[in-house]
C-alpha cells in the first residue's frame, strides 16, 4: 500500500518558466491537500481537493499559482512564471475523510518536492 | 484568525535528558491536536493525535502530550530522549466546524540530540 507519491522530488527552474508539481494519494483517500514550507517556517496550507473539485483556496497566491485534481491521475499544482520566493518544499497531503469533520482521519504526506529557483 | 505558536524554535539535549516541547493554539472552538515529526531528509510523519476523550495522549517511540484545554496548549513530552529523536518537531490544530478545514501548522521547533 504505497503512500502519498509526490515527484519530481527536486526542481530547479529558472526564473519565468514553469513548475508543475505532481501527487498521487495514498488508495483510498479522495482528498488531496497542498501545504508549502519555506525556511524557517512551518507548513503553510495552500489548497484542498477532491476529485474534480477545488474546495478550499485560501492559501493560494491569487496570481501564478492553480491545483487540479483530475477524475484521471494525480493532482497538480501549477506554478507559472517562477521567481525566486517560490522557493520551497511543496508537500501533498492526503485523507480519506475531509479534515475538520468530526471524526477526520489524519493526514498522510508525501516526501514534499523541493522547488529552486535560479 | 487560527494561530499555532511553538515557544521553542531549537532545542538541545543530551542524550537520556528528559523533553517538553511547548504548543499553544488559539481557537475557542473544538479541535483536533496533532505532533507531527520530520527526520532530516524525510517527510512528516504522525507521532501523535487528540481527538476526544483521554487529555494524555500516548504517540509513537515512547512520546506523549497533554491536552489542557483551559491553557489551549498541547505540550509534547519524552521522558528520557535518543540520539534518533533529532530532528523537527511540528505542532498541529484542526477546527471541527465551519469553513475551515485544514491543519494550521507551529513553525516547528527543532531538537538536537546529543550523543
Known amino acids: 500500500n504505497a503512500g502519498v507519491m509526490q515527484n519530481p522530488r527536486h526542481l530547479v527552474r529558472r526564473r519565468g518558466q514553469e513548475a508543475r508539481l505532481r501527487c498521487s494519494p495514498m488508495k483510498g483517500h479522495s482528498h488531496v491537500y497542498w501545504y508549502r514550507q519555506l525556511p524557517e517556517e512551518g507548513l503553510k496550507f495552500m489548497v484542498y481537493l477532491q476529485k474534480e473539485n477545488i474546495i478550499d483556496e485560501s492559501g493560494m497566491p491569487k496570481e501564478r499559482f492553480s491545483a487540479e485534481f483530475p477524475k484521471e491521475g494525480p493532482s497538480i499544482l501549477r506554478i507559472q512564471q517562477v521567481v525566486r520566493g517560490d522557493s520551497a518544499a511543496y508537500f501533498c497531503?492526503?485523507?480519506?475523510?475531509?479534515?475538520?469533520?468530526?471524526?477526520?482521519?489524519?493526514?498522510?504526506f508525501g516526501a514534499g518536492s523541493r522547488l529552486t529557483v535560479l | 484568525a487560527q494561530s499555532v505558536s511553538q515557544h521553542n524554535h531549537h532545542v538541545i539535549l543530551s542524550e537520556a535528558a528528559s523533553l517538553e516541547l511547548g504548543c499553544n493554539y488559539s481557537?475557542?472552538?473544538?479541535?483536533?491536536l496533532f505532533w507531527y515529526v520530520q527526520y532530516p531528509g524525510q517527510h512528516l510523519q504522525l507521532l501523535l493525535k487528540y481527538f476526544s476523550g483521554d487529555p494524555l495522549v500516548k504517540g509513537i517511540k515512547g512520546f506523549e502530550a497533554e491536552f489542557i484545554k483551559s491553557k489551549f496548549s498541547f505540550n509534547l513530552r519524552k521522558p528520557s530522549v535518543q540520539w534518533s529523536d533529532t530532528a523537527e518537531y511540528f505542532c498541529?490544530?484542526?477546527?471541527?466546524?465551519?469553513?475551515?478545514?485544514?491543519?494550521?501548522f507551529g513553525k516547528g521547533t527543532k531538537l538536537s540530540v546529543k550523543p
Open positions: 481557537y475557542g472552538g473544538t479541535v483536533n
Open positions: 497531503a492526503s485523507s480519506e475523510i475531509r479534515q475538520g469533520s468530526a471524526g477526520a482521519n489524519v493526514l498522510t
Open positions: 498541529a490544530v484542526n477546527a471541527l466546524g465551519g469553513s475551515q478545514g485544514n491543519l494550521i
